[in-house]
């Protein structure tokens, strides 16, 4: 059974060394571009991307490559955290191995 569509609210708050972007609804094939294109200025310029994932509803697998996307783009500058996933979505990562190999942190 698929989840009902939501979209998707990306904020996006920079200070230089850091990128704070906040995912509020569901992050799937219909909605992974606009995490992608928001992000896609900051990338190059920020050391730490920090996803604020703590209302992230949903993620399938378009979703899930958007974050590893993020996460091979800002590799080689600090990083990527991802910070407060809700259980679903740590599920996802721990399916999938991913919780071993990103950075993920709890308030």
């Not at 809700?86 to 599920?91: E, I, S």
């Amino acid at each position: 059974m698929m989840a009902p569509n939501r979209d998707l609210k990306v904020t996006i708050s920079a200070d230089g060394t850091e990128v704070r972007v906040a995912l509020d609804g569901d992050l799937d094939f219909q909605t992974h571009g606009q995490l992608t294109e928001a992000l896609e200025p900051h990338t190059g310029r920020a050391k730490t991307v920090v996803l604020d994932l703590s209302r992230l509803i949903f993620c399938d697998s378009a979703g899930l490559a958007a974050i590893i996307k993020i996460f091979k783009a800002t590799g080689s500058n600090g990083g990527l955290v991802l910070r407060d996933p809700t259980l679903r979505v740590m599920r996802l990562f721990e399916v999938t191995g991913l919780d071993r190999v990103f950075t993920i942190a709890w308030s």
